[in-house]
């Protein structure tokens, strides 16, 4: 009797562990491969990372095999590579680097590294793990890092917006800590009109106008952002039914490289699974 085949799946998302799944037996799959696998409660796109020979009953079954041109391998040790080195989830540099819909990409952008003579940014390295760690629901640990990143950079707005989120996110008071991060900035910058909002000294309206005051080229980006922070900040407020339709138009419109992006199918997920779970 044919042994069956435990295939490890990457999917383009904010996580850095593969998925295993059981492969169709008979058929042959190589690491580097494209396929359609559940994840959740959807069929998402993946590539196959690895493949062992091992029981493989209890876990669910690859969909489909996608006739692409597989992924190299070249490219498969970068991603990895990249991952170590700015704690990054590898789902997000494959997303990144396939750029995968549910239809074939654009061939996929080519990489390289170029010597700056510069050490690499301890802050964005902590800015990126801690927005990592609050997408796999380890807000705690987030503020922790984010608080680093902050120290490191007082003045980056970004990093004062996303260590109160994550705040928010671990249940944890920040008041005066907002308020005092809040003297190192630009306030003439965006996202300024986020921060007030958080301060208390504006209201939703104040930093969709400023979306609106942009120019025409930046406006979807800030609007993304906008919505998902206007979405945090109406979560804090125990306005779920305010904050989710904001939430979901950032997951619409914010470019997927966007912090916010993920930040938003977090909360989106979240809200979900606790409906779901709620008595019928």
């Given at each position: 009797m044919p042994q069956s085949v435990v295939v490890d799946v990457l999917a383009p998302v904010a996580v850095d562990t593969a998925y295993s799944y059981r492969a169709p037996l008979g058929l042959k799959l190589e690491p580097g491969a494209f396929v359609r696998m559940p994840l959740g409660a959807r069929i998402a796109t993946g590539v196959v990372w690895a493949t062992r020979t091992s029981g493989g009953d209890n876990l669910k079954s690859i969909a489909e095999v996608l006739e692409w041109p597989p992924l190299r391998p070249a490219l498969r040790d970068f991603i990895d590579w990249t991952a170590r080195w700015t704690l990054a989830p590898r789902g997000m540099l494959l997303r990144m680097a396939i750029r995968a819909g549910e239809i074939a990409a654009p061939p996929a952008p080519k990489f390289g590294l170029v010597a700056t003579g510069k050490a690499p940014n301890p802050a964005r390295l902590y800015f990126q793990r801690a927005v990592a760690q609050l997408v796999t629901n380890n807000a705690a640990a987030a503020a922790n890092d984010m608080a680093q990143a902050q120290k490191l950079v007082p003045t980056e707005l970004y990093y004062v917006l996303w260590l109160h989120v994550a705040r928010v996110q671990a249940g944890q008071s920040d008041a005066d800590e907002l308020a005092a991060n809040a003297r190192t900035l630009d306030q003439s910058q965006w996202p300024w009109p986020a921060v007030a909002l958080f301060l208390g000294t504006s209201g939703p309206d104040a930093v969709q106008k400023a979306v609106a005051a942009a120019a025409p080229s930046a406006r979807i980006g800030l609007a993304c952002e906008a919505d998902f922070f206007v979405g945090v900040?109406?979560?804090?407020?125990?306005?779920?039914?305010?904050?989710?339709?904001?939430?979901?138009?950032?997951?619409?419109?914010?470019?997927?490289?966007?912090?916010?992006?993920?930040?938003?199918?977090?909360?989106?997920?979240?809200?979900?699974?606790?409906?779901?779970?709620?008595?019928?």
């Open positions: 900040y109406q979560m804090a407020k125990a306005a779920q039914d305010a904050a989710k339709p904001l939430f979901q138009s950032s997951v619409d419109h914010c470019p997927h490289d966007y912090f916010e992006y993920w930040g938003a199918a977090f909360e989106l997920k979240q809200m979900n699974d606790l409906a779901a779970a709620q008595p019928k």
